[in-house]
């Protein structure tokens, strides 16, 4: 069974600092995709990367792809309280359709 | 924004009872999926729908559980007689290519 481990699972912080989000797995992954999650809501698409060492930019977040499609991080820069939410890393396994694991989420708190 | 809908938002049930929860993608998406999320849990894939047949299920996804896509636009699930443990969000999913989803608000069932 593949496991996407994603961490730290509570971040609470005070706006204008950083912060990084990791997900990490021991299985290879075709594609890793970040969501945010609003209570009561769908997850909604934030960011896809696909090749290993891939690096994107969503205005003050950086996701990164690790060379061997095992991890990814999400990094925010000068958080802000607008920036508050569940964020979910999802994996997609080789050779699947649409089976995406998902990590437990980060629920991040910045504080103004 | 095209949206993918889902209804109804709320569905309370009896436990024996059968449920269809039922989801319009985006129009223009080839591939349909279902996923859940027990309260407090990781979000967790169910089925996926291409060309009209499943292309990939998850053990959860066993002998009580149908979909279907009865025309051009709706994609239903089925539960045909529901247990405490099947309470849950239901989330629909579509896309056109393997990467990046969009999520319908879900439907919460709950089973009594």
């Known amino acids: 069974t593949q496991l996407l481990e994603q961490s730290p699972q509570f971040l609470s912080i005070q706006e204008g600092e950083n912060l990084t989000v990791y997900c990490n797995s021991s299985?290879?992954?075709?594609?890793l995709q970040w969501y945010r999650q609003e209570p009561g809501e769908g997850p909604v698409l934030l960011v896809t990367?696909?090749?290993?060492?891939e690096v994107k930019k969503l205005k003050r977040l950086t996701f990164q792809f690790g060379d061997a499609r095992k991890d990814s991080s999400l990094h925010i820069t000068a958080a802000q309280p607008g920036d508050t939410g569940l964020y979910l890393c999802a994996g997609e396994a080789l050779g699947s359709q649409g089976n995406l694991i998902f990590g437990k989420g980060t629920k991040l708190s910045v504080k103004p | 924004e095209p949206e993918v809908t889902q209804t109804p938002s709320h569905q309370v049930t009896q436990m024996g009872q059968e449920v269809i929860l039922r989801c319009v993608p985006i129009s223009n998406h080839l591939y349909f999926y279902w996923y859940r999320q027990i309260l407090g849990q990781k979000v967790e894939f169910l089925v996926s729908f291409y060309n009209n047949e499943i292309s990939e299920k998850s053990e959860i996804f066993d002998d009580q559980f149908s979909v279907e896509r009865p025309d051009g636009s709706n994609f239903t699930l089925k539960i045909r007689s529901t247990k405490l443990e099947d309470s849950a969000m239901y989330f629909c999913?579509?896309?056109?290519?393997?990467?990046?989803?969009?999520f319908g608000s879900g439907t919460r069932l709950t089973v009594v």
């Open positions: 299985s290879v992954f075709s594609s």
């Open positions: 999913a579509s896309n056109t290519v393997n990467y990046g989803y969009t």
């Open positions: 990367v696909v090749t290993g060492g």
